[in-house]
């Protein structure tokens, strides 16, 4: 049938669109030249030079610290959430969820800056990153773990108080494991989330501190070597194990991202 | 009257309690903070002048300054309308790209569907920066790309085109960042349609053209209407791409409002125009719901 | 002392009620139906003994206790859902051990207990099978053995047969009757299901908008309806108005309009000039080529104009020579031959003086 051929060949297209850039980034990352041209030659050097690089390893480290931390908080906080707006249906607690997630980042960003340092005397750093990841990451968190409740039968918690169950065993027996998938998933998006983070992390840094995607941006801007191909590449990795891990648990989340 | 409801109350401020906290301190306050921002004096320093006190001759308190100034110099409205501008020929691209591909995900069998959408997400998964810099390098001007180009401009005689740091290069970044957003939305609407409405549209003597434009595109709107706002939102409040692959003239409102915020330092033009954003995302959230809510009524 | 007594329990959401003044009570060991169509109050007062709901006035009294202030999961009370609400996370077993495990009982007697519940209800080698791999008819079943394995002091069944259908329906019927008179817990179960209600129950309680109509076993339920919406609403009936023309100490003379004057059995608290109808159950009116017009009987001829074959019986619906319409039902016995008439013959339908009921308006 040449309408599904002619759909097949303009979703390859697009496929392509969105993947050779990416491949190109990582093949250069073995290329033997400074520049991001022509390939010269298979070398593993400018990963040598990513391993020596003290800036670019505080950076990772910082950028680790910063998601372990943000996503266990912010997936407590998310879970709480996506059951509250499930269960109690409150007005307010919804947009407040939302809203940081559905807005330009850089509106976050910009308020939070304003908020450390006129309101809170705050020295921007780590603490000041964490606060940010953690406010949009909840977001994240709550749809997913809220998705999960409302695809389920809502008759099996009165079923496990029916049967015997105080309202804490009915948490703890019925709906913890039930929304369990939905949780991990959250926690591993936000930690993808967190570790990408560009924007909110620009405006709330300071001085002294910097995250790996600042890192790579200052990199970008001032001196390009394919030391940031092959740091991307590594990231690439990182954040694809991730999701590939978040997917087994919870298909939904695919679907929770689509709104 | 009951124990088992008055626990269920503590429980619910349990439950509710720590997120709506964490949120109104670290999202509301601040909200409210530049919103209150946009409308005081900077500082002599940079930053706010304070609210209150301060000497004699001195600028203190609120004042409409700020918006009076956004409205002085047209440049400003102008790098408003561009942002809009590029944001709408994103989400035209978008589209144009990410419909056949959520229509082949949404026609394919059961068990490739997860994993043709997993491939769509993928690219999402690597870092922000990386797939704007892999842009940098495909439109550089050594590039094969580039050089092809331009050789083909040479042909007919036209001078070679710089590809990076340009309005193209901006748009190309954008769309590249933002089409998995498209494609997610529209796909999970395409998946719902019920395959016997196209059925019942061929049996009565519909051509493939005419079943796709009477019945597929109509169901697909509320799908449409979410993918556009995905697209179309982050992309008006974006400063990187522009930062990264646009030239000195492009800059859109996300530049400027961090040029505000971490250059010239003043904040409360910052906060003028980060409010004027925020109003103008508000704004068409809100369009985006009444139109996808009268479009299904009318479907 | 009953098991459970309703005493004048109302509920109100906003301007609607959903119970009105109900009174009910439930002895030990039988199984008691609530019937009723769908919005008539069955599940919100279900929901009240089962305690996911409280009543805006009257109480709920188990062995004489009131149960207001007790939550659900104290109540010796369980229920099986309409949608089985089975733990998808757990097997079957760990779902029938769930309420043993709540009421703290050892590992040794659980083990006894869920392999004596399995057993009851034929799923002995599905224990360790999840609930989603079960069809509808097993998934019943362990909802069922859930329900009962501690012994309540009452099992509540909302709808449950509702999901299954006609044939695993009717063998679950015959389950539930079986389990229920062995394992001698008293069932109240819910439907709107008339045929299912008279099968099932001891007694049935029909409710209406909130109220209830009438509480008796089956065959009076059947064969006595108090009023226009019982009769209607169990079995197939004729409903003919009718107006009385005199009250006897042995009979009521009625007239019915396009029939002319007929008998009916005597009725306490009539008075003439009173409107209502005449309510008679198709099996109660004899069909025949011709029948010998007897003193006993109002005979009336008439004409086949429809009939409904369902195998076993045929309902023929009558229009008689003076304007009304009857229905009739005759069981298809004769062997080898279906229904009796055919649409257009020429019949005559008669029933007995002594049969019938004068119903108020």
Redesign the interface.
Known sequence: MSKSSWLWSASVLVYAFLYVPLIIVVVYSFNDSRLNAEWVGFTLNWYRVLFHDRQMIGAAVNSLTIAIVSSLVATALGTMAGIAIHRYKPKLLPFMVITPVAMPEILLGVSLLLFFIQVMNLTLGMLSIIIAHITFCIGFVAIVVRARLAGMDESIFEAARDLGATPWQTFKLVTFPLIMPGVVAGALMSFTLSIDDFVITFFTVGVGVTTLPLQIYSMIKIAVTPEVNAVSTLLMLLTLTTIIVASKFAPDVLRGVAK | ?????T??RI??WL??G???L???M??????I??LV?SFRYPGDYG??APLFGGEAGRETGLTLETYKFFFSDFIYTQIFIKSFGVAMASTVICLL??Y??A???A?SPKKHR?FM???????F??????????????L?P??AVSLAVNHVLGVFGVAPVPLLFSPFAVLVGMV?VH??FMV??L??NLEKHDPVLLDAAQDLGAN?WYRFWKVTWPLSLPGVY?GSA?VF??V?????IP??LGGTGDILI?NL??DQ??GTRD?PF??TL?IM??IA?LLL?GITVLISRRGVENV | MALLEIRNVTRRFGDLIAVDNVSIDIEAGEFFTLLGPSGCGKTTLLRMIAGFDLPDGGQILLDGKDLVGTPPEKRPIHTVFQSYALFPHMTVSGNISFPLRMAGKSADEITVRVKEALEQVHLSDKGGSFPHELSGGQKQRVALARGLVNRPRLLMLDEPLGALDAKLREEMQIELITLQREVGVTFVFVTHSQAEALALSHRIAVMNAGRIEQVDVPSKIYSFPVNRFVADFIGRINMLHAEVLETRPDYLRITIPEMGEVRAPAKSGTAPGQKGFLALRPEQVRIAAKIEEVAGENHFPGKVRDLLYVGDVTTYIVDLNSGARIEALLPNSAPGRGKFFETGDRVEVAWSKDTGLFLNE
């Open positions: 009257m009951n124990k088992f409801l626990s269920g429980t619910k439950v509710s720590p997120p709506f964490y949120l109104t670290f999202f509301l306050l601040p909200s903070i530049i921002a930053g706010l790209m990410a056949p591909l229509l082949l995900i026609h997860d959408v997993l491939l769509v997400i993928l690219p998964a690597s870092n922000f920066l990386i797939r704007v810099y892999a842009w940098m390098i495909i550089g050594q590039s590249y089409l998995p997610l939305p796909y999970t493939a979410s995905l939102i982050p008006l409040g974006m400063f990187a930062d990264i996300g409002i961090k915020f971490l904040w910052g906060s980060s954003l925020t995302v959230a």
